[in-house]
């Protein structure tokens, strides 16, 4: 089948179809930073650099290359999100309605629609409505779901909204019940970090980013393994493990914050090896202030969380590249979609289109 996602970032939700057995033809995003990653981790995939809210459908099947199969993708959801101002004004907003709009006029045989669920709260719940009611004579939408990205087995608990529809003459309906087979016992932190301890440095490439690679012998956790690097010229090498330098003064508060204790100043929670990261904030871009994220401190080292330890926690394979620098990545990583949650959804959709034609199959069908 072929998949669009539309403001797809580094590419957390791609990375969740691909777990599932989707391909995605083409990915839409106007933000060069926060997709700068994309191509390398999707090569297979068209990178189109464009504003969703002026984008046609005809120039979407045009990038994808024929009749679109499914749309998904998370628009900018800081207007709606719980620690936001939740600014009626803010024109990102009006991207949730854009990406409804698409769909009808694509009509694909699904989509979904992910985002935070502040969406839900009554000052926001009748924007959701309005957007859903665009498609809702075509497509059978059960009522919007949020989960718990810990809830399919990811190591940090992280609430995201969930909108899945079917087309009503093409597939059933995706229920609340057909994703919740999908629920795991969650990860913890050890589970996802406790190898990357060993890791020694190897250098800086010419594009910035630095390597590093596993030492520890022996097989990995069931969580971790799947996502250690596969390539045999490559195995146990990975990106973006470089190590905040603090103050003698912040090393010294962090030392007396506890397992799952809270340091006072700088409002950094200390993981615990037993349980789950709490949710990882995205941080904002140059345009709006550049403000950093409060990031966890590692469970035992008197540090912030690396980037490839706050990727582990989320879900993401080893071979995910993000940004050479930091706070990008963190952008990144707070801005995507749990892959473990985003293969959960696609799983369930998966599930009710076998036997169901492609968009490219349906007229050879239907000549027959």
């Not at 179809?17 to 390398?40: K, M, N, Q, R, W």
């Not at 971790?224 to 690097?229: C, D, E, T």
Request: aromatic letters at 10%; hydrophobic letters at 40%; proline letters at 6%.
């Amino acid at each position: 089948m072929r998949l669009v996602e539309l403001f797809c970032g580094t590419g957390g939700f791609s990375r969740g179809a691909h777990l599932a057995g989707f391909d995605v033809a083409a990915a839409f995003d106007i933000d060069e930073i926060l997709s700068s990653s994309y191509t390398s981790n999707f090569p297979n995939t068209k990178l189109v650099r464009y504003d969703v809210s002026k984008l046609t459908a005809e120039r979407l099947e045009r990038e994808a290359g024929g009749p679109v199969d499914g749309i998904f993708g998370g628009p900018p959801c800081q207007g709606f999100s719980d620690i936001g101002r939740r600014d009626i004004t803010d024109v990102r907003r009006k991207l949730l309605w854009h990406f409804f709009r698409l769909v009808r006029e694509v009509q694909p045989t699904f989509f979904i629609m992910e985002n935070v669920r502040g969406l839900l709260y009554p000052e926001n719940v009748g924007e959701l409505e309005a957007a859903i009611e665009l498609v809702s004579d075509i497509y059978d939408v059960r009522d919007p779901q949020v989960w718990d990205s810990s809830q399919f087995g990811a190591a940090t608990k992280r609430h995201r909204l969930f909108v899945v529809g079917m087309h009503k003459d093409r597939a059933d309906p995706v229920t609340p019940e057909d994703i919740a087979v999908w629920k795991r016992p969650a990860a913890t932190v050890r589970h996802a970090l406790a190898d990357l301890q060993s890791a020694s440095f190897l250098e800086n490439d010419e594009d910035g980013f630095d390597w590093w690679r596993i030492e520890k012998r022996g097989r990995p956790c069931d969580y971790a393994m799947p996502l250690r690097v596969r390539d045999p010229k490559l195995v146990g090498r990975f990106t973006g493990n470089r190590i905040t330098a603090h103050t003698p003064k912040v090393i010294e508060r962090f030392s007396d914050v506890p397992q799952g204790g809270m340091e006072k100043v700088g409002r950094h929670p200390r993981l615990s090896w037993t349980g789950q990261c709490p949710t990882l904030r995205a941080g904002t871009g140059v345009d709006r202030g550049s403000y950093q994220s409060v990031r966890p401190i590692h469970p035992e080292e008197n540090r912030v969380i690396t980037v490839r330890e706050g990727a582990r926690l989320q879900g993401f394979p080893d071979c995910h590249k993000f940004h050479p620098t930091v706070w990008h990545s963190f952008r990144m990583i707070g801005n995507s979609v749990s892959p473990i949650m985003a293969q959960a959804v696609f799983r369930a959709v998966s599930a009710k289109l076998e036997g169901v034609a492609t968009r490219d199959e349906a007229p050879a069908i239907a000549a027959e």
